[in-house]
C-alpha cells in the first residue's frame, strides 16, 4: 500500500515505538482489506474497558501492569510498549460499574482491571466517555468525518444518522488508529460504497419505540451487510427511536448504514440513497413480518418475570426520566430486579434532576458504564427488556434462555407486578 511520509516515518520507529507497533498493525489490517491508503481520523472510539477473558489477563499479566496489559491485548506485542498521549481524539466505550461489582461477570477483579485501565486511559490521553452512544455526550461526528469507532450499535448511528463515516472497528485497529490518528481508507470511508442496495418498503406505522426495534431486527436478519433504505415511514424518528433501530439492525444482522428516505443526511432523495440504482432487491415490511420478528424475540414458557434490564443501548435522559416518571409512587416487585444502565454522564444528570433517587426509591437500580449483557444472572430466571439487541445477545452472554421483549411501559409493570403481560398491539 502506500504510505504517506508521516506514515511511513512512523513505520519505521521515528516516532517511537507506540507509534511504530500501532503503524505495523494497521499495515497488516488494510492490507488484508485491500485497502491502498489510510486517511486521517481525529474521531476515535476504544474498547479499552471489555476484558471477557478474566483468567487470560491473570495468567498473561499477573502484574496488572496497565502497559503490558495494553501492549498484549490492545497492539498484540509481547514487548511492553508505553503510550505518551493518542493523536486523535479518542472516547472509550463502557467499563465496568465499580459500586456493584457483584452484578456483573468478573466481579471484584474485573472491576479492579477496568479501574486499572481507566486511570491508563486518562493518562493517555483517552478521554472515558464509558459508553457505547458517545455522541450523547460529547463525541458527535459531523457529516463527511472520518472516524474509526467500535460498538455495533455506534456505528450505523455514525454512518446513518450523522453522516460520519466509520467501518467497524476492533479493539486493535482503533486503538492503533487513536495512537497514529489513521485509519484504512476503504468501506465506509468512500462514497460509492454507502449507497443503499434494498429498498424497504414499510406498510405499518412506525410509531411505538419497540416498532424501531423490530423493524430493525426483522431487516437486519434479512439482509447481513446490505444496505437498507427505508421509504413510507409515517413518522420522523425521534433520538430513541434511531437508537434501537441502530441496535437492533447491527443485532440480527451487521447494519453498518442504511437511510430514511426524508429522514437520515443521505437520504434527502431516494434516488441519493440508493444512487439512482434500477432493479434494486426489494424488501417488505408489514403486519405479517412484525408480527413473526415479535415472536421470535418472545420465548419463554413462564410469565413470570424476574429481571427487568432496561438501557440498551445506553439509556437517554428522556428515557431516564420517562421511566422515573413510570415509577412514581410504585414500587418494584419483592421476586424482581430492575436495572437500568446508562453512562455516567446521563446518570450525574439523572441524580441532579432526581431521576435517579425516583428510581431507587421505587427498588430499581440505575447503574453507569456498564452494560446488562455482562451480567452474572441465574440462568433459569426469566428477563425481560426494552430492546431486541439485549434480548438477543443475553442468551449466549449470560446463559439466560427466557426472555420478554415488549415496550418500556410492558417492562416497567413487569417489574411492578412480577408478570409478564406483555402483547403486540
Ligand atoms: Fe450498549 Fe451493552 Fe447494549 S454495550 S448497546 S448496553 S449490549
Same mark, same amino acid.
Given at each position: 500500500?502506500? &504510505?504517506?511520509?508521516?506514515?511511513?516515518?512512523?513505520?519505521?520507529?521515528?516516532?517511537?515505538? =507506540?507509534?511504530?507497533?500501532?503503524?505495523?498493525?494497521?499495515?497488516?489490517?488494510?492490507?488484508?482489506?485491500?485497502?491502498?491508503?489510510?486517511?486521517?481520523?481525529?474521531?476515535?472510539?476504544?474498547?479499552?474497558?471489555?476484558?471477557?477473558?478474566?483468567?487470560?489477563?491473570?495468567?498473561?499479566?499477573?502484574?496488572?501492569?496497565?502497559?503490558?496489559?495494553?501492549?498484549?491485548?490492545?497492539?498484540?506485542?509481547?514487548?511492553?510498549?508505553?503510550?505518551?498521549?493518542?493523536?486523535?481524539?479518542?472516547?472509550?466505550?463502557?467499563?465496568?460499574?465499580?459500586?456493584?461489582?457483584? $452484578?456483573?461477570?468478573?466481579?471484584?477483579?474485573?472491576?479492579?482491571?477496568?479501574?486499572?485501565?481507566?486511570?491508563?486511559?486518562?493518562?493517555?490521553?483517552?478521554?472515558?466517555?464509558? %459508553?457505547?452512544?458517545?455522541?450523547?455526550?460529547?463525541?458527535?461526528?459531523?457529516?463527511?468525518?472520518?472516524?474509526?469507532? %467500535?460498538?455495533?450499535?455506534?456505528?450505523?448511528?455514525?454512518?446513518?444518522?450523522?453522516?460520519?463515516?466509520?467501518? $467497524?472497528?476492533?479493539?486493535?485497529?482503533?486503538?492503533?488508529? =487513536?495512537?497514529?490518528?489513521?485509519?484504512?481508507?476503504?468501506?465506509?470511508?468512500?462514497?460509492?460504497?454507502?449507497?443503499?442496495?434494498?429498498?424497504?418498503?414499510?406498510?405499518?406505522?412506525?410509531?411505538?419505540?419497540?416498532?424501531?426495534?423490530?423493524?430493525?431486527?426483522?431487516?437486519?436478519?434479512?439482509?447481513?451487510?446490505?444496505?437498507?433504505?427505508?421509504?413510507?415511514?409515517?413518522?420522523?424518528?425521534?433520538?430513541?427511536?434511531?437508537?434501537?433501530?441502530?441496535?437492533?439492525?447491527?443485532?440480527?444482522?451487521? %447494519?453498518?448504514?442504511?437511510?430514511?428516505?426524508?429522514?437520515?443526511?443521505? =437520504?434527502?432523495?431516494?434516488?441519493?440513497?440508493?444512487?439512482?440504482?434500477?432493479?434494486?432487491?426489494?424488501?417488505?415490511?408489514?403486519?405479517?413480518?412484525?408480527?413473526?420478528?415479535?415472536?421470535?424475540?418472545?420465548?419463554?414458557?413462564?410469565?413470570?418475570?424476574?429481571?427487568?434490564?432496561?438501557?440498551?443501548?445506553?439509556?437517554?435522559?428522556?428515557?431516564?426520566?420517562?421511566? =422515573?416518571?413510570? &415509577?412514581?409512587?410504585?414500587?418494584?416487585?419483592?421476586?424482581?430486579? &430492575?436495572?437500568?444502565?446508562?453512562?455516567?454522564?446521563?446518570?450525574?444528570?439523572?441524580?441532579?434532576?432526581?431521576? %435517579?433517587?425516583?428510581?431507587?426509591?421505587?427498588?430499581?437500580?440505575?447503574?453507569?458504564?456498564?452494560?446488562?449483557?455482562?451480567?452474572?444472572?441465574?440462568?433459569?430466571?426469566?428477563?425481560?427488556?426494552?430492546?431486541?439487541?439485549?434480548?438477543?445477545?443475553?442468551?449466549?452472554?449470560?446463559?439466560?434462555?427466557?426472555?420478554?421483549?415488549?415496550?418500556?411501559?410492558?417492562?416497567?409493570?413487569?417489574?411492578?407486578?412480577?408478570?409478564?403481560?406483555?402483547?403486540?398491539?
Amino acid at each position: 500500500m502506500k &504510505l504517506a511520509p508521516d506514515e511511513q516515518r512512523m513505520l519505521e520507529g521515528k516516532k517511537g515505538l =507506540a507509534n511504530q507497533k500501532a503503524m505495523q498493525l494497521l499495515v497488516e489490517y488494510a492490507e488484508g482489506l485491500g485497502a491502498e491508503a489510510f486517511v486521517d481520523t481525529n474521531n476515535v472510539t476504544v474498547l479499552t474497558g471489555l476484558f471477557p477473558y478474566p483468567d487470560l489477563i491473570k495468567k498473561l499479566v499477573p502484574s496488572l501492569d496497565p502497559d503490558e496489559i495494553a501492549s498484549k491485548f490492545f497492539l498484540n506485542s509481547d514487548e511492553r510498549v508505553v503510550v505518551d498521549r493518542v493523536k486523535a481524539f479518542t472516547t472509550s466505550h463502557i467499563y465496568r460499574n465499580q459500586e456493584y461489582p457483584e $452484578i456483573q461477570q468478573g466481579g471484584e477483579f474485573l472491576c479492579e482491571v477496568t479501574k486499572i485501565m481507566e486511570e491508563y486511559c486518562k493518562r493517555i490521553g483517552i478521554i472515558n466517555l464509558a %459508553t457505547c452512544t458517545p455522541y450523547q455526550v460529547g463525541n458527535l461526528p459531523v457529516k463527511g468525518e472520518h472516524c474509526a469507532w %467500535t460498538e455495533s450499535s455506534a456505528i450505523p448511528f455514525c454512518n446513518s444518522v450523522l453522516g460520519g463515516r466509520t467501518n $467497524i472497528e476492533g479493539l486493535h485497529s482503533a486503538f492503533a488508529s =487513536a495512537i497514529t490518528g489513521k485509519t484504512p481508507l476503504w468501506g465506509m470511508h468512500l462514497e460509492e460504497n454507502r449507497l443503499g442496495n434494498v429498498i424497504i418498503h414499510v406498510e405499518v406505522d412506525m410509531n411505538e419505540i419497540e416498532d424501531w426495534n423490530l423493524i430493525g431486527y426483522y431487516v437486519g436478519g434479512q439482509i447481513g451487510l446490505d444496505i437498507p433504505v427505508y421509504r413510507n415511514i409515517n413518522k420522523t424518528p425521534d433520538l430513541t427511536r434511531l437508537m434501537a433501530l441502530c441496535a437492533s439492525g447491527a443485532a440480527s444482522g451487521s %447494519t453498518v448504514i442504511f437511510h430514511i428516505v426524508g429522514v437520515t443526511p443521505e =437520504a434527502l432523495t431516494f434516488e441519493a440513497a440508493s444512487g439512482h440504482g434500477k432493479n434494486l432487491r426489494a424488501l417488505k415490511y408489514g403486519t405479517e413480518q412484525r408480527k413473526e420478528t415479535y415472536e421470535k424475540l418472545n420465548h419463554s414458557d413462564r410469565d413470570n418475570v424476574d429481571i427487568v434490564v432496561l438501557g440498551c443501548p445506553h439509556y437517554t435522559l428522556e428515557r431516564v426520566r420517562a421511566v =422515573a416518571n413510570m &415509577l412514581e409512587g410504585k414500587r418494584v416487585h419483592e421476586n424482581t430486579v &430492575l436495572y437500568v444502565t446508562t453512562c455516567r454522564m446521563i446518570k450525574a444528570l439523572a441524580d441532579s434532576n432526581g431521576y %435517579t433517587e425516583a428510581i431507587t426509591k421505587a427498588g430499581g437500580l440505575i447503574l453507569e458504564d456498564t452494560c446488562g449483557i455482562f451480567f452474572d444472572f441465574d440462568t433459569s430466571k426469566v428477563l425481560a427488556s426494552d430492546s431486541a439487541k439485549m434480548v438477543h445477545y443475553v442468551p449466549s452472554t449470560t446463559g439466560l434462555k427466557r426472555l420478554w421483549f415488549g415496550t418500556t411501559e410492558e417492562c416497567i409493570n413487569a417489574a411492578i407486578t412480577g408478570k409478564w403481560k406483555g402483547e403486540l398491539k
